[in-house]
């Protein structure tokens, strides 16, 4: 395939301001500079947050209801909650699941350590079972055998965009009585066997974190199908009231109760205004990224570097890593991050962070995970990136992965 200028989607191009211009990365003196990410927020997402600051309502109000519906409708589910984050969003999609106090949560050890400490957040023990080892998804083979008295819940992460295999999951879950809780933080856009995420699940969340998709800096939401669920989230994430403020101020109701404990994780309206027209061009923004994710991946090819497998259904696209030997990584990172390439690593399986050791976990219990977290490096993959960028980051990495 080829990356020419015919091909590019021009996304967002009105809407991006001088600064940013003045950001563009520059041509080093030994080649170009290529960020890591660059977010889409520009004059259109100023312009909405422009008035939300000359209404009246700055905190969670009608902005953030207009964002929740919209949300829902593009995921096709009934519900969706605005939070501050996605930690807060599995903390709260938990809770509301009925998990607690010694109880034990099925996960993954490849994710963001967020996945696993939401779990500890909720009073319960995760318990993690290996990868496959050509997506880094969790092994929906694996999950029955880890299945004890004391679990809950099964709490899976669509890695990188790659949605794992749900409908395998929901039998599991629906035999054993068990809710299931997406980490959907890398798969908005995501789609495999006709399943999105939210729409078979107990609740799906989703990250509106700075590098995500769509971003208000920080942020999250929740997703559901159960009307008793979304009352039970909107609830929780405003102290356990019973009415939030916008709602008060609505009804002209004055009083509140508080009948359980909540948390603060409300999304406000300024969120909701940058988010707003970011999902109304999810799709445009995924097309592009679509587009540099498959020139990557057919140029590596050609090359013999082993990445993630293209996966089943369609690819949300949040993260592009390559895998190189666990020998070498570290050296070609450094490597690409010396030619201008902005790179990292996700991820560092969770059960060898120190807090995780501290509890028992060691180093050669999910040896597929190990792998992965010892080979992936991902690469600059966003609807911003230009085709010379992206012929510069192709032809750098295989230069440097050849010669490592
Ligand atoms: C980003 C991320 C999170 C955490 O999202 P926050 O909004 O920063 O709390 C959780 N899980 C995964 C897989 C992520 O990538």
Same mark, same amino acid.
């Given at each position: %395939?080829?990356?020419?200028? *015919?091909?590019?989607?021009?996304?967002?191009?009105?809407?991006?301001?001088?600064?940013?211009?003045?950001?563009?990365?520059?041509?080093?003196?030994? !080649? %170009?500079?290529?960020?890591?990410?660059?977010?889409?927020?520009?004059?259109?997402?100023?312009?909405?947050?422009?008035?939300?600051?000359?209404?009246?309502?700055?905190?969670?109000?009608?902005?953030?209801?207009?964002?929740?519906?919209?949300?829902? *409708?593009?995921?096709?589910?009934?519900?969706?909650?605005?939070?501050? *984050?996605?930690?807060?969003?599995?903390?709260?999609?938990?809770?509301?699941?009925?998990?607690?106090?010694?109880?034990?949560?099925?996960?993954?050890?490849?994710?963001?350590?967020?996945?696993?400490?939401?779990?500890?957040?909720?009073?319960?023990?995760?318990?993690?079972?290996?990868?496959?080892?050509?997506?880094?998804?969790?092994?929906?083979?694996?999950?029955?055998?880890?299945?004890?008295?004391?679990?809950?819940?099964?709490?899976?992460?669509?890695?990188?965009?790659?949605?794992?295999? %749900?409908?395998?999951?929901?039998?599991i879950a629906k035999k054993h009585n068990l809710k299931v809780v997406e980490d959907a933080a890398h798969a908005l856009e995501a789609k495999r066997d006709r399943i999105r995420p939210g729409t078979r699940s107990f609740a799906a969340c989703f990250?509106?974190?700075?590098?995500?998709?769509?971003?208000? !800096?920080?942020?999250?939401?929740?997703?559901?199908?159960?009307?008793?669920?979304?009352?039970?989230?909107?609830?929780?994430?405003?102290?356990?009231?019973?009415?939030?403020?916008?709602?008060?101020?609505?009804?002209?109701?004055?009083?509140?109760?508080?009948?359980?404990?909540?948390?603060?994780?409300?999304?406000?309206?300024?969120?909701?205004?940058?988010?707003?027209?970011?999902?109304?061009?999810?799709?445009?923004?995924?097309?592009?990224?679509?587009?540099?994710?498959?020139?990557?991946?057919?140029?590596?090819?050609?090359?013999?570097?082993? %990445?993630?497998?293209?996966?089943?259904?369609?690819?949300?696209?949040?993260?592009?890593?390559?895998?190189? *030997?666990?020998?070498?990584?570290?050296?070609?990172?450094?490597?690409?991050?010396?030619?201008?390439?902005?790179?990292?690593?996700?991820? @560092?399986?969770?059960?060898?962070?120190?807090?995780?050791?501290?509890?028992?976990?060691?180093?050669?219990?999910? @040896?597929?995970?190990?792998?992965?977290?010892?080979?992936?490096?991902?690469?600059?993959?966003?609807?911003?990136?230009?085709?010379?960028?992206?012929?510069?980051?192709?032809?750098?990495?295989?230069?440097?992965?050849?010669?490592?």
């Open positions: %395939m080829e990356l020419n200028n *015919s091909r590019i989607i021009k996304v967002d191009n009105k809407s991006t301001s001088i600064a940013e211009k003045r950001n563009r990365p520059r041509p080093a003196s030994n !080649g %170009m500079q290529v960020e890591f990410f660059k977010h889409n927020v520009g004059r259109e997402e100023l312009e909405s947050v422009k008035a939300v600051a000359d209404s009246l309502f700055l905190t969670t109000g009608e902005v953030v209801d207009r964002f929740e519906a919209n949300l829902a *409708s593009y995921l096709g589910v009934k519900y969706a909650v605005g939070l501050t *984050s996605c930690t807060g969003a599995l903390h709260l999609s938990l809770l509301a699941a009925g998990v607690g106090a010694g109880d034990e949560v099925i996960t993954t050890p490849m994710s963001f350590v967020a996945t696993a400490n939401a779990i500890g957040m909720a009073g319960a023990r995760p318990v993690f079972v290996d990868v496959e080892p050509e997506t880094g998804n969790i092994d929906a083979n694996l999950i029955e055998e880890a299945i004890t008295p004391k679990t809950k819940a099964i709490l899976p992460v669509h890695l990188y965009g790659q949605m794992v295999d %749900m409908k395998k999951i929901l039998v990250s509106f974190y700075a590098t995500k998709s769509i971003t208000s !800096g920080e942020g999250g939401a929740v997703v559901t199908q159960d009307e008793k669920t979304a009352k039970k989230i909107r609830q929780l994430r405003s102290h356990g009231i019973t009415a939030e403020a916008a709602q008060r101020h609505r009804t002209g109701v004055k009083t509140y109760d508080v009948d359980d404990l909540g948390w603060k994780y409300n999304m406000d309206n300024i969120q909701a205004a940058l988010l707003l027209p970011q999902l109304a061009r999810v799709e445009a923004v995924w097309k592009r990224r679509h587009e540099v994710a498959e020139y990557y991946r057919q140029a590596f090819e050609r090359a013999g570097i082993e %990445m993630p497998s293209a996966g089943a259904g369609k690819h949300a696209h949040h993260l592009f890593p390559i895998w190189v *030997s666990p020998r070498k990584r570290n050296a070609v990172l450094s490597a690409i991050n010396s030619a201008g390439i902005g790179a990292q690593i996700n991820y @560092p399986p969770i059960h060898l962070f120190t807090l995780y050791r501290n509890l028992g976990w060691k180093k050669g219990m999910f @040896p597929r995970a190990e792998k992965i977290g010892a080979s992936a490096i991902s690469l600059p993959l966003y609807a911003k990136l230009t085709d010379a960028e992206v012929e510069y980051v192709t032809d750098t990495v295989t230069r440097i992965v050849k010669e490592s």
